[in-house]
């Protein structure tokens, strides 16, 4: 089908504002239908949260994806884009 070629190719082609109920812990798993995270703007509350690399995490918190909090940033990866982390993990 010709719109699904294109959003394969183009993700932001068919990209749609929402929001998501995150779960305990640092995974996030988007829910069914939607293909990749795009971006994540804020938090419920308003709180700004910023993009981070894991390699920079992993050098800083080697334990980051057990350390709780209110979320500061988010790490998203092509290899799984349904997937992303939450540090601190809510």
């Known amino acids: 089908d010709a719109v699904r070629a294109v959003i394969l190719a183009r993700p932001d082609a068919g990209a749609s504002l929402e929001t998501l109920n ?5 995974r996030q798993t988007l829910p069914d239908g939607a293909i990749q995270l795009l971006d994540v703007i804020c938090l419920s509350d308003g709180s700004a949260i910023k993009p981070q690399s894991r390699e920079v995490l992993d050098a800083q918190y080697p334990d980051w ?24 993990a809510p």
């Open 22 to 26: 995150c779960v305990p812990g640092a």
């Open 65 to 88: 994806h057990m350390l709780r909090g209110k979320p500061e940033c988010f790490i998203s990866s092509d290899l799984a884009p349904r997937v992303f982390w939450l540090f601190p």
